[in-house]
């Protein structure tokens, strides 16, 4: 009996028990996951609660690889999606502000973008870290990441990633002052951009998020940094006219954008209408609370006493902003 009994024991016990079989299956579950993260980004973005789950799912894909059996193409794209993961929980911290975090965020995810032999996404996560350092005003950090990026063989194979990453190589530069490279990468993202196929098969993050209206929004984004007003807000109002519905954060982002670039022309009534037009539970996403408390200082410096600086300093009291 007690020979029997610590056979059955041994049949049972957990350390015996065969791996589970990790497959495609499991794999598009967590795509489809991802695509939900993208989703979530575009409505909220910057939330804490959106880096924390995009974290966890990564944490999920690569408890599959290291404790499931799969083929080496499997693991492969597990590696994928924890990378996915993590460059959604990198931008949700970009987006946010917390860019300590969001650093040691690419470490992870840029390690594990290397070992999915996944090129799309480790666009996305130099792409990113581009834009994380361009946030951090370190434009020569932010043209070595983003060169990164467009020195991936898709973005010489796919003119849409080639066009993304001169787009943002056009905001880093307006950074650095130089009219004449903003200028250049704004033609060549645009040339690439008309040259892209609309019916190829691209990554939901690319598909769901560039396009004409994310161009205009970088090159606005360029001529602000530059000073160049009147060049913002017609890349601004185009960007506004393009921009697909769900793109909630990146309307108020633009019209922020906007109204910064209308005061930077005198347009007081304008510009004080465009940032007020911002409605209040956008008004509190870290990205662009700080920009309309920028715009706020810049009107006060413009004209301190005048009647449309009241108005702002009274809309600005009745509405105070908590950030997301």
Request: hydrophobic share 45%.
């Amino acid at each position: 009996m007690t020979a029997v009994t610590g056979t059955a024991l041994a049949v049972s016990s957990p350390a015996a028990a065969t791996p589970r079989r990790v497959g495609h299956s499991d794999v598009e579950r967590l795509n489809t996951r991802f695509a939900e993260v993208i989703a979530s980004d575009h409505r909220h973005g910057g939330r804490l609660s959106i880096e924390t789950h995009a974290a966890a799912l990564a944490d999920e894909a690569l408890d599959l690889q290291q404790h499931g059996a799969a083929s080496q193409r499997v693991r492969a794209a597990l590696f994928g999606c924890a990378a996915s993961f993590m460059s959604s929980a990198l931008w949700a911290a970009i987006d946010g502000r917390r860019f300590d975090t969001a650093l040691r965020h690419h470490e992870r995810a840029a390690s594990l973008a290397a070992m999915s032999g996944d090129a799309a996404i480790q666009f996305r996560i130099w792409s990113h870290a581009g834009s994380l350092y361009r946030h951090l005003r370190k434009p020569n950090e932010a043209l070595a990441a983003n060169n990164v990026a467009r020195n991936l063989p898709i973005a010489r194979r796919d003119p849409l990633f080639a066009s993304l990453g001169h787009a943002r190589h056009a905001a880093i530069h307006g950074l650095t002052g130089d009219v004449n490279a903003v200028r250049r990468s704004v033609g060549r993202a645009q040339d690439a951009l008309d040259r892209a196929g609309t019916g190829d098969v691209r990554p939901v993050w690319l598909a769901a998020h560039y396009d004409q209206a994310e161009l205009d929004s970088l090159a606005l984004a360029a001529h602000l940094a530059l000073g160049r007003y009147e060049d913002a807000e017609s890349h601004a109002h185009r960007s506004l006219g393009l921009l697909r519905p769900h793109m909630q954060r990146s309307r108020a982002i633009t019209n922020a954008r906007l109204a910064r670039a209308q005061l930077g022309q005198g347009d007081l009534e304008p510009a004080v209408t465009t940032a007020m037009a911002i409605p209040a539970g956008l008004a509190a996403h870290p990205r662009v609370a700080g920009m309309l408390d920028r715009f706020g200082s810049a009107l006060l410096d413009v004209a301190p006493n005048s009647p449309h600086a009241q108005l702002w300093d009274q809309y600005t009291h009745d509405n105070r902003r908590t950030p997301a």
